[in-house]
């Protein structure tokens, strides 16, 4: 992504390195306080990482601090307008702002089990354990 390689590793740190040359492009790797062992998703200013025992954090491209952290966060869903919309457990959406790393609103999702990371447009893809399918596009 834009000529840097994120990764997370189980050392509880999230690395952003130059692809051309492989030095470390932030002053010091970020600390999640867990290993991290799922995938990583690069936003527009924004890395999402999560980790077992402390959840999502939202981390900021450029200087590697987190800007977010939501405890009970599993995954972004999609981006807008500076805007994170994130899965959190039992079954809450909550909206962060990737700027302020405010919590802006909450809603309750509780019948989704499914849905689709997207970091392309802001859609979300949501389904329940039925099949049912939505597609919510969000501002």
């Known amino acids: 992504e834009d000529g840097s390689i994120y990764f997370g590793s189980e050392d509880s740190k999230l690395y952003r390195l130059n692809s051309s040359n492989g030095t470390s492009m932030w002053a010091s790797p970020f600390h999640s306080g867990g290993p991290i062992r799922d995938g990583l998703a690069v936003g ?24 977010w952290q939501v405890p009970s966060g599993r995954r972004m869903i999609c981006e807008a307008n500076n805007k994170a919309f994130v899965f959190s457990d039992p079954g809450i959406l909550k909206v962060m702002d990737n700027v302020s790393g405010r919590e802006l609103y909450s809603m309750n999702f509780t019948g989704v089990t499914r849905m689709a990371q997207n970091r392309l447009s802001p859609v979300m893809f949501l389904g329940d354990k039925t099949g049912r399918l939505v597609s919510i596009t969000v501002r």
């Open 44 to 67: 527009r200013s924004t890395v999402y990482v999560y980790n077992d025992l402390n959840g999502l954090y939202g981390v900021n491209k450029e200087n590697g601090k987190a800007v």
